[in-house]
């Protein structure tokens, strides 16, 4: 049976370390595997591929694989998978979501803390060697500006990520409340998303940590941000697509939108003509919030209980086709 192994990725921190490959040789004597080094050979090698762990490949090589008989992906979102017609009737799809990601969520919380007390700013004025305490003064001085004490906060998605981001909140402002598919019992207030005139007009922070799916993209756009009534700050680790980005920006120049931060864009990466570049109160990270150092080690150690029960022919967990 072979495993091939996509390290291909045009970030090198996002590249599959060989030395887990070769402790997978080790510990799986009996299964062939290949640890692909070379965007030349993917075609070649994935045609007698039994298990495929790695990235998206591309259309042409999923329809390239006939043995093809289970694919784990290091991703939560499976969108691109989902769009090779007839994969899923085929193939096992698993992929990381129970895999421990508690850094995205913090990050989306530091994300709001440099929202509300003017990192950016601060930061701006420091590479231009300003000593700028007016500026900085007047921003702490803004009418709009409320302690986090008496803030709001939205957070839509509870999976591994939301579940996080309201933790960490629930000490720090006055209510969370929890948008999900279906209604449970929580420590927090619970929403569905079509419910939004219910919770979002007097958020004072919305944190999205949801898939841009049918139901949420696009979710935040020019309708709903009409509707604010305290120019929330909105942080996105979710999906780029769950927001409008040309309405963010028409949100934060009139107003309506406090600040805006992301680790995740519509487009990746951004073009030149992108709607946030240039606003003090905007803050973009290149969707690298999820590494950190045992990020590919945890990702690993789930493969490998995946990869038993697959050998003994249970069931997987977290199985897309589920």
Same mark, same amino acid.
């Given at each position: ?12 921190a #996002?590249?599959?370390?060989e030395?887990?490959?070769?402790e997978?040789?080790?510990? *799986? ?5 290949? /640890?692909?080094k ?9 045609k007698d ?5 790695? #990235?998206?490949?591309?259309k ?7 043995l ?5 992906t ?23 979501l129970?895999v421990?990601?508690?850094q995205?969520? %913090? ?15 601060i930061?701006?004025? /420091? ?11 007047? *921003? ?9 004490? %008496? ?14 981001i309201?933790e960490?909140?629930?000490?720090i402002v ?6 999900k ?14 419910? #939004? =005139?219910d /919770? ?5 922070a ?9 139901t949420s993209?696009? *979710? ?6 009409e ?7 909105i942080?996105?680790?979710? =999906?780029?697509k ?17 600040? /805006?931060a992301?680790?995740?864009c ?10 946030l #570049?240039g606003?003090?109160?905007v803050?973009?990270s ?5 590494l %950190? ?8 150690a789930f ?20």
């Amino acid at each position: 049976m072979k495993v091939l192994i996509n390290t291909l990725h045009q970030v090198s921190a #996002w590249n599959i370390p060989e030395k887990y490959a070769l402790e997978l040789k080790e510990k *799986f004597s009996n299964l062939d595997v290949v /640890y692909l080094k070379s965007k030349e050979k993917l075609l070649k090698e994935i045609k007698d591929t039994d298990i495929y762990f790695g #990235w998206y490949p591309g259309k042409e090589a999923l329809n390239n694989a006939p043995l093809l008989k289970w694919i784990h992906t290091p991703q939560i979102g499976v969108g691109r998978f989902l769009s090779v017609e007839g994969l899923l009737n085929r193939v096992a799809l698993t992929n990381a979501l129970p895999v421990e990601r508690r850094q995205i969520g %913090e990050f989306a919380v530091s994300l709001f803390l440099g929202l509300h007390f003017g990192h950016s700013i601060i930061l701006k004025n /420091y590479f231009n060697k300003k000593w700028a305490r007016q500026e900085i003064g007047d *921003f702490f001085l803004r009418e709009k500006k409320k302690p986090l004490k %008496e803030m709001k906060a939205v957070v839509l998605g509870y999976g591994g990520i939301g579940k996080v981001i309201a933790e960490l909140l629930s000490g720090i402002v006055r209510e969370v409340v929890v948008v999900k598919r279906k209604k449970e019992s929580l420590p927090f207030k619970v929403f569905l998303l079509e419910e #939004w =005139r219910d /919770y979002l007009p007097d958020a004072d922070a919305i944190f999205i940590a949801i898939p841009a799916d049918k139901t949420s993209k696009f *979710f935040i756009e020019r309708e709903k941000i009409e509707t604010f009534l305290n120019s929330p700050y909105i942080v996105n680790v979710g =999906r780029g697509k769950v927001v409008r980005e040309k309405d963010i920006a028409y949100g934060l120049k009139k107003g309506k939108i406090q600040g /805006y931060a992301a680790d995740v864009c519509e487009v990746e990466p951004p073009a030149e003509d992108f709607p946030l #570049w240039g606003f003090d109160n905007v803050i973009i990270s290149p969707h690298i919030s999820a590494l %950190e150092p045992r990020f590919w080690d945890k990702q690993f150690a789930f493969f490998i209980e995946n990869l038993e029960r697959f050998l003994k022919g249970e069931k997987l967990e977290s199985l897309i086709n589920d």
